[in-house]
């Protein structure tokens, strides 16, 4: 029998939870992938749904830049806390994290991508 230590069991739950949530993704990230996807936006290729840190999912991430976008929906009002601590560990390991509300993505798309948009000159000086 083959020993499969906890690094290697967690790595496998998230990345079948990330292939999960590519299955099924809401709303807004379904109206946002729309623009990210296949280089649409300045060019820079995202992915969605991808393990990211050894134990986070990012809804999208633009590897060439290590740049996450999170679109948070309704949940994330009583997750403040817990995402603000994510967020600084997933700093620390290089990536820079952009936070859009569902809402914003849902009323104002172009608002939501110019502010994408503005992070992706930002990290390309």
């Known amino acids: 029998m083959r020993h499969v230590s906890v690094g290697q069991r967690r790595s496998a739950l998230i990345a079948a939870r990330a292939r999960g949530l590519r299955v099924s993704p809401t709303v807004s990230e379904r109206k946002l992938w729309a623009v990210l996807s296949a280089g649409r936006l300045a060019g820079v290729v995202f992915r969605r749904q991808v393990p ?3 134990r986070f999912i990012a809804d999208f991430y633009a590897p060439a830049l290590k740049l996450i976008v999170e679109v948070d929906g309704s949940a994330h009002e009583r997750r ?4 603000a601590r994510r967020d600084e560990r997933l700093r620390r390991l290089g990536y820079s994290v952009l936070r859009l509300d569902a809402e914003v993505v849902m009323r104002d798309l172009a608002g939501a991508v110019a502010r994408i948009r503005e992070e992706i000159a930002r990290l390309s000086v």
């Open 52 to 54: 990211v840190g050894g």
């Open 80 to 83: 403040k806390r817990a995402d």
